[in-house]
T-cell receptor, first 112, second 115 residues
Framework: NAGVTQTPKFQVLKTGQSMTLQCAQD?????MSWYRQDPGMGLRLIHY???????DQGEVPNGYNVSRSTTEDFPLRLLSAAPSQTSVYFC???????????FGQGTRLTVV | AQKVTQAQTEISVVEKEDVTLDCVYE???????LFWYKQPPSGELVFLIR??????QNEISGRYSWNFQKSTSSFNFTITASQVVDSAVYFC????????????FGQGTELSVKP
């Protein structure tokens, strides 16, 4: 049972480059979300989705785009990478019934 | 507005000591869920416990116990007889009902257990 799969695990980008962080879950969860983790700040919500075709902004959405064309996939796009986006990114999925969120292994992104 | 505060940034204890990690939350919702996650040095997030707002019973799981008190908006986590393997960052998180599954995390407490 794969759970939540994130790719890649590590990535180095140059300022201005774009890329997509992939997230897939095989648990048929309606809710999916992206967080970034920075030292001393916990995890902050970037974008989230309550189902296919529905997305919304979280606390720190600037510089990121998302889409949810299927229940399984929730990619996060960096349009023009900036050093401030250097962080560890986590994707999560859960059901609407208040159960725990299942997290991917994380992507460590460095923007130089 | 919702908020989670973990005032302890770092805690260092010696093995076999008991340690309590504090978590204070703010919410206007009457239905909400509280969580604790562990992040070991390897970086993954490990689910420890979930508690809903209508269940104030304390819970014990082995060396771990949780004290949920709505009167003080706290959900504290105690490790009894700590071990080196407990060294990790611990996050408390809040999820409100009908909010799209969003989790609001505290800043995390880094626990170091020394032999």
């Amino acid at each position: 049972n794969a759970g939540v799969t994130q790719t890649p695990k590590f990535q180095v980008l140059k300022t201005g480059q774009s890329m997509t962080l992939q997230c897939a879950q095989d648990m048929n969860h309606e809710y999916m979300s992206w967080y970034r983790q920075d030292p001393g700040m916990g995890l902050r919500l970037i974008h989230y989705s309550v189902g296919a075709g529905i997305t919304d902004q979280g606390e720190v959405p600037n510089g990121y785009n998302v889409s949810r064309s299927t229940t399984e996939d929730f990619p996060l796009r960096l349009l023009s990478a900036a050093p401030s986006q250097t962080s560890v990114y986590f994707c999560a999925s859960r059901t609407p019934r208040g159960t725990e969120a299942f997290f991917g292994q994380g992507t460590r992104l460095t923007v130089v | 507005a919702q908020k989670v505060t973990q005032a302890q940034t770092e805690i260092s204890v010696v093995e076999k000591e008991d340690v309590t990690l504090d978590c204070v939350y703010e919410t206007r919702d009457t239905t909400y869920y509280l969580f604790w996650y562990k992040q070991p040095p390897s970086g993954e997030l490990v689910f420890l416990i979930r508690r809903n707002s209508f269940d104030e019973q304390n819970e014990i799981s082995g060396r771990y116990s949780w004290n949920f008190q709505k009167s003080t908006s706290s959900f504290n986590f105690t490790i009894t007889a700590s071990q080196v393997v407990d060294s990790a960052v611990y996050f408390c998180a809040l999820s409100e009902n009908n909010q799209g599954g969003k989790l609001i995390f505290g800043q995390g407490t880094e626990l170091s257990v020394k032999p």
